[in-house]
């Protein structure tokens, strides 16, 4: 029981919402508020990957109800990853909303909600109950409505009307879901499902189950057929809301797919992971092509979320240890790299009122520190070598060379290709193009310093995440190690089965 | 008992599926809640159903002796019922305002966030 810092995650997040709260005409306290509980949550997200990484794998029994009975937390090295990685995205937002969200957003409960947001997204990566996990994923998503709708513009409410309506059919799923495991099996616990599962007879209604539960956390992870919500909402909200969003919320649903893909439907092996590879190829070319039509950068970057999925999927479908590992390394790696990506756009945006393509120009010229921070995460997305995207692309691809899956390979390598395209595209566009004559800005008008007071804000988070980024690229061994171990966890389930199970008796 | 409700969930979600496909948007509210409604009673069927079993220990006894209803499911509708009850809430005012902004209640001409820019 002396394992409470698995509750942290949860606690922390909600208690900096009740305290924000409190203050709810100060906006200042609040920023200061916000800056301090996601520093303590990125500080609990390092204490839980050192704690996993010395002692293993962690579980809580809440209420010290023994293990099937009661709700059981778990950390193992991919739990904790995520939740470090979720404490890294809540901390630059903290800086960067400063400067970003507008007075009248931060007044209705901005931060509020973000921390409310936080505490789903933890709790769904923390808990080891497919029920309480259904929970978390309800609060993440009510916590995620409001913060599209907030503000209330045309195309925000239009925007949310989409993502709620899938959204909720998507929980309809989830529900449906668990209430057949929990008729096959008695059990909400996932450590006892996966005991229980390989035991049942009838292994064909466990791959209807896979099913529904394919397309409930398909759909928050947009997948191949299921991802039309996401272009259509995700570049609606301010782009503080958009970066969280993109960073985050829909590697919710990937790491959901993992943990089921590996800890329990693996009955099936044939039919699940193969059906999981023609959708993480579909998923890869059919996001950057659509990326490749747009030019308002949000959503040729949000396009480009549903591709980097892909990539993720393809880890999953594998199913060596090597694929999954490149998969985890490369959910961090797209967390970091997005977010630094949306944030650009952001800032480009601020300086010069536009997000479209067609009218931006000359940027690199402007402001020549911009162009290199959105260069180096992008050609960290399309993979350049020695930049964080290589490490996790190079291990899919020789895990696929290995479990010889060539046609997906094919598919990721000309995938890359075209996102490198797109990333030139805004580059040739937005900041090499000489500026178009100004329609955003009044003739005459000097250049809006990109140092001064407030935009610092701005600044500071993209310099963080590039940085970070370098340093996954140029020292990966320590991260590799990381991946690995969560990896080797994923692939031997028992490990898991007798931390959760074992630590009853 | 079984069969009857498996018709009636089958109807439900059948229902709810028509409903969501509909292009006015309050219809689609409905359908919503339908599919809840078909996800819950689902969950309370999967449960095994048992009538006049309460899960209840005899005064004196350590533990049940015979079968009972399970009442695991019933938390769980309760739960979600108690979510799909704040989303409903929470979804009736979006289209409040979805219809307020937009100015229609029909799903086809909601593209907005479709054109570009």
């Known amino acids: ?505 | 008992m079984e069969v009857l409700l498996a018709f009636v969930i089958g109807g439900l979600f059948a229902g709810a599926i028509y409903m969501i496909l509909r292009r006015c948007v309050v219809k689609l509210i409905i359908g919503l809640a339908l599919l809840s409604h078909a996800s819950n009673l689902l969950i309370f069927t999967i449960g095994r159903l048992l009538r006049g079993k309460a899960p209840i220990i005899e005064e004196g006894a350590r533990q049940i002796n015979e079968t009972v209803a399970d009442p695991l499911p019933q938390a769980l509708i309760l739960t979600a019922i108690v979510i799909s009850f704040g989303l409903t809430a929470f979804v009736i005012v979006l289209i409040e305002q979805v219809y307020q902004v937009v100015g229609v209640d029909d799903v086809d001409k909601l593209k907005v966030t479709d054109s570009s820019n």
């Open chain 1, 1 to 505: 029981m002396n394992n409470l810092i698995l509750v942290a995650p949860i606690l922390w997040p909600l208690a900096t919402a009740i305290i924000v709260t409190i203050f709810w005409f100060r906006r200042s306290v609040q920023s200061a508020l916000n800056f301090v509980g996601a520093t303590g949550l990125l500080f609990i997200g390092i204490m839980l990957v050192r704690m996993v990484w010395l002692d293993g794998i962690q579980s809580v029994q809440i209420g010290s109800w023994p293990a099937p009975y009661g709700i059981t937390l778990v950390a193992d090295m991919f739990s904790a990853i995520m939740v470090l990685m979720a404490g890294l995205t809540a901390f630059v937002m903290a800086i960067y909303s400063v400067a970003s969200i507008d007075k009248r957003r931060k007044q209705f409960g901005y931060y509020s909600l973000v921390n409310t947001l936080f505490m789903g997204v933890c709790g769904a990566f923390i808990t080891g109950d497919i029920f309480n996990m259904y929970v978390w994923f309800e609060v993440m998503l009510i916590s995620s409505f409001v913060l599209l709708t907030l503000g209330g513009e045309t195309r925000q409410i239009e925007g949310t009307f989409k993502y709620v309506t899938i959204n909720l059919i998507s929980s309809a799923f989830f529900l449906a879901g668990v209430g057949f495991i929990y008729g096959m099996t008695g059990t909400l616990n996932m450590a006892d499902i996966a005991v229980k599962l390989s035991l049942y007879e009838n292994q064909g209604l466990i791959t209807v189950v896979a099913m529904l539960f394919l397309i409930a956390f398909g759909i928050k992870a947009a997948v191949f057929p299921l991802f039309f919500w996401l272009p259509a909402s995700y570049h609606t909200p301010p782009i503080a809301i958009t970066a969280i969003f993109a960073g985050l919320l829909s590697k919710v649903g990937v790491y959901s797919l993992i943990r089921v893909f590996t800890l329990f439907f693996i009955g099936n092996i044939g039919f699940t992971h193969t059906l999981l590879m023609i959708i993480a190829g579909f998923t890869m070319v059919v996001g950057v092509l659509g990326a490749a039509a747009q030019y308002e950068m949000r959503r040729l970057l949000s396009l480009h979320i549903i591709s980097q999925i892909g990539y993720m999927i393809m880890g999953l479908a594998i199913f060596t240890p090597l694929a999954l590992a490149g998969a985890i390394l490369h959910i961090a790696h797209n967390m970091i790299v997005k977010t630094n990506l949306f944030l650009v756009s952001g800032v480009i945006s601020k300086l010069r009122g536009s997000y479209n393509l067609k009218i931006l120009g000359g940027i690199s010229n402007a402001y020549p520190l911009l162009g290199t921070l959105f260069m180096i995460p992008a050609l960290s997305l399309a993979g350049m070598p020695p930049l964080s995207g290589f490490w996790s692309k190079l291990l899919l691809i020789k895990a696929g060379f290995e479990a010889q899956q060539y046609a997906i390979i094919a598919v990721s390598l000309v995938v890359s290709l075209l996102t490198l395209y797109s990333m030139t595209k805004i580059w040739n566009y937005a900041f090499w193009k000489d500026a178009a004559p100004c329609k955003t800005a009044k003739p005459g008008e000097p250049e809006k310093n990109l140092f001064s007071f407030p935009n610092v804000y701005l600044l500071v988070p993209m310099i963080l995440l590039t940085l970070v980024s370098i340093t996954i690229g140029f020292f990966p061994e320590p991260f590799f190690l990381a991946v690995n171990r969560a990896a080797e966890d994923l692939m031997n389930p028992q490990n898991y089965i007798n931390v959760v199970l074992g630590g009853s008796l």
